[in-house]
């Protein structure tokens, strides 16, 4: 049972153009939802972050919406850059519930490829 | 600043050999402790995760076990590897103050079983 998905195994976007890439989630218990870059070879890093009292978070060229309702949050990258080629993994966490919480539930990818 | 380390980078192993992975974390105190792996194809599948030092949680059963022996240092371990066991680890770390806190992730051990 796949709680975090994203659909779109693949995205590929002109450079300076937008990318948005999505992801749905069937938990309603998630509060806490991330976003993760990662490139070949390496640990995935954490690009942005949203809570669940929130629709959307800002950060430079990257916004994070939510839309609760329809449990769906995407990422908007806007100017898009070749080097934000990688793939980029969503991923939720479940309110707190005591010793133990702070797992997190992360999607399959979507690779973006930036187009120069 | 907190920083995370894995080793080895790249490991090539016979089925049925054992596994050592380590995992350290420097620059924080208590914190809480993952293992994830990420097999072809697929997203990532937390393994283990720790919240103190002996304190330890299995979220799949397989023949991979983890320990921490120290505050800030993770290890996973297997006494015969699989086939199975093939894949990109990654060794995660969060404060383990209540909160918004994302997890920060190592740069993986690719493991390659033969």
């Known amino acids: 049972d796949q709680q975090v998905k994203q659909n779109s195994p693949s995205l590929s976007v002109q450079e300076g153009r937008i990318s948005i890439l999505n992801c749905d989630y069937t938990?309603?218990?998630?509060?806490?939802f991330l976003w993760y870059k990662k490139y070949p070879a390496e640990g995935p890093t954490f690009l942005i972050s949203i809570s669940s009292i929130k629709d959307k978070n800002e950060d430079g060229r990257f916004t994070v919406f939510l839309n609760k309702s329809a449990k769906h949050l995407s990422l908007h990258i806007v100017p898009s850059q070749p080097g934000d080629s990688a793939v980029y993994f969503c991923?939720?966490?479940?309110?707190?519930?005591?010793?133990?919480?702070?797992?997190?539930?992360f999607g399959k990818g979507t690779k973006l490829s930036v187009i120069p | 600043s907190q920083t995370i380390h894995q080793w080895p980078a790249t490991l090539v192993q016979p089925v049925g050999s054992p596994l050592s992975l380590e995992c350290t974390v420097e620059g924080t105190s208590n914190p809480n402790l993952y293992w994830y792996r990420q097999a072809a194809g697929r997203g990532l599948q937390l393994l283990f995760y720790s919240v103190g030092i002996g304190q330890i949680s299995s979220e799949v059963p397989q023949n991979l076990s983890a320990s921490r022996p120290q505050d800030r240092q993770f290890i996973l371990s297997s006494k015969k590897l699989l086939l199975s066991d093939s894949g990109f680890y990654l060794c995660a770390w969060t404060s383990g103050q209540i909160g918004n806190q994302p997890q920060h992730f190592g740069d993986g051990t690719r493991l390659s079983i033969l």
């Open positions: 991923a939720a966490r479940e309110a707190y519930s005591g010793a133990g919480s702070y797992q997190l539930t």
């Open positions: 938990n309603s218990m998630f509060d806490y």
